[in-house]
């Protein structure tokens, strides 16, 4: 029997997924609990219409990301950081700091999206990774200065 996901269920899917299972399955279980609704010719074509507009949807959130990759190869970041001797900080850029500093310049990018490879300790020049889709990443260099 088939059936579309209403809600995400351990071991079977996640929601909007159409899967084949057991008629009892579906009957006793997952259509009575709000689960999963039967997969009718009707809501065939309604979840078909759904896919292809989410299909959309990702191909221009994709673009609009590549767009922004290409954009942010080309920023140098500058954060000014009390240091003492050595050019060791007195504390480290944390990836808030990048999303701040990349804010003023015109990118909105989440502090979760920023990957760190480890702790920026040290003045002088650092490249973190930036998620800006699933599959798209683009690499920003910092560029960390002492304080005056």
Same mark, same amino acid.
């Given at each position: 029997?088939? *059936? /579309?996901?209403?809600?995400?269920?351990?071991?079977?899917?996640?929601?909007?997924?159409?899967?084949?299972?057991?008629?009892?399955?579906? +009957?006793?279980?997952? &259509?009575?609990?709000?689960?999963?609704?039967?997969?009718?010719?009707? #809501?065939? #074509?309604?979840?078909?219409? #759904?896919?292809?507009?989410?299909?959309?949807?990702?191909?221009?959130?994709?673009?609009?990301? +590549?767009?922004?990759?290409?954009?942010?190869?080309?920023?140098?970041?500058? &954060?000014?950081?009390?240091?003492?001797?050595?050019? #060791?900080?007195?504390?480290?850029?944390?990836?808030?700091? *990048?999303?701040?500093?990349?804010?003023?310049?015109?990118?909105?990018?989440?502090?979760?999206? /920023?990957? *760190?490879?480890?702790? &920026?300790?040290?003045?002088?020049?650092?490249?973190?990774?930036?998620?800006?889709?699933?599959? /798209?990443?683009?690499?920003?260099? *910092?560029?960390?200065?002492?304080?005056?």
């Amino acid at each position: 029997m088939q *059936i /579309i996901l209403q809600q995400d269920v351990e071991n079977l899917g996640k929601k909007g997924e159409l899967k084949d299972v057991a008629p009892g399955y579906a +009957r006793n279980l997952l &259509i009575p609990k709000g689960m999963a609704v039967e997969a009718t010719p009707q #809501r065939l #074509r309604e979840w078909k219409k #759904r896919q292809e507009k989410e299909e959309m949807l990702n191909k221009q959130l994709e673009e609009q990301a +590549r767009d922004q990759a290409e954009k942010l190869k080309a920023v140098e970041l500058v &954060i000014a950081m009390p240091a003492g001797e050595g050019g #060791r900080l007195f504390g480290s850029v944390t990836p808030a700091d *990048i999303a701040d500093k990349l804010s003023e310049k015109g990118f909105q990018v989440d502090k979760k999206d /920023i990957e *760190i490879d480890g702790p &920026i300790k040290s003045l002088g020049s650092h490249t973190v990774s930036v998620k800006l889709h699933p599959g /798209i990443k683009a690499e920003v260099s *910092i560029s960390v200065e002492q304080e005056a």
